[in-house]
């Protein structure tokens, strides 16, 4: 398995700002990826974090708004820009292939997540 | 487009009750299926995964089934406990992309 840290745990932020969420694995993964889950909704994946190159966002998710970075292969962050109440959800980060021993896993784990409230 | 449906929405049942939880999916091509748990405010825990290759997989009092022709999958948790209680998420990758498409959860209830 993985231990999967994310910062901040959760923040309230006004209107109109930016909020720079970190996740951190304790292991090298294959992919990264980040998901939200709003108010008694299920997860939606916004994007999947690619090393080294732009990540690949859903339909319906912006670099503009979500701007993601994986500079390597333990560590991402996604941004919330310009952010209005709608915006008020968790944010997971998850992984899948750890690499332990030189063996992958299959599983997908998941971050702690980041409880975000915009007022 | 993965479409995920988890059935019931809520389950709630008296300690020791066994415990079945359906997940259904639209396409049959898939390359695992994982199922999750939630705690009020947490991340998600991993459970159970199975590869689209198998029909079933256990672990302790937990076992879950698939049927890719079907499009379906249970979750069995025996002799449930007051500790059982949470969300239960069903999750679908197709093949090759390893992106999950989630179904909505169960919320179970067990009562002591």
């Known amino acids: 398995s993985a231990v999967i840290s994310q910062k901040p745990s959760r923040d309230i932020c006004q209107r109109g700002t930016s909020l720079t969420i970190q996740c951190q694995v304790d292991?090298?993964?294959?992919?990264m990826f980040w998901y939200r889950q709003q108010p008694g909704q299920s997860l939606t994946l916004i994007a999947t974090a690619n090393q080294g190159s732009e990540a690949t966002y859903e339909s319906g998710f912006v670099i503009d708004k979500f701007p993601i970075s994986r500079p390597n292969l333990t560590f991402s962050t996604l941004t919330v820009s310009n952010m209005s109440p709608e915006d008020s959800s968790i944010y997971l980060c998850s992984v899948w292939g750890v690499k332990s021993a030189g063996v992958s896993s299959y599983e997908q784990y998941f971050g702690p997540g980041t409880r975000l409230t915009v007022t | 487009k993965q479409e995920v449906t988890q059935i019931p929405a809520a389950l709630s049942v008296p300690e020791g009750e066994n415990l079945v939880l359906n997940c259904s999916f639209t396409d049959s091509a898939i390359y695992n299926l994982q199922w999750f748990r939630q705690d009020p405010g947490k991340g998600l825990t991993s459970l159970l995964l199975?590869?689209?290759?198998?029909r079933e997989q256990t672990s302790g009092r937990l076992n879950a089934s698939l049927d890719k022709s079907s499009g379906r999958s249970t979750l069995y948790i025996a002799a449930s406990q007051p500790g059982d209680s949470a969300t239960y998420l069903c999750?679908?990758?197709?093949?090759?992309?390893?992106?999950?498409?989630f179904g909505a959860g169960t919320t179970v209830t067990v009562r002591a």
């Open positions: 292991s090298q993964v294959t992919m």
């Open positions: 999750a679908v990758s197709t093949t090759g992309d390893y992106k999950l498409s």
């Open positions: 199975i590869q689209s290759s198998q």
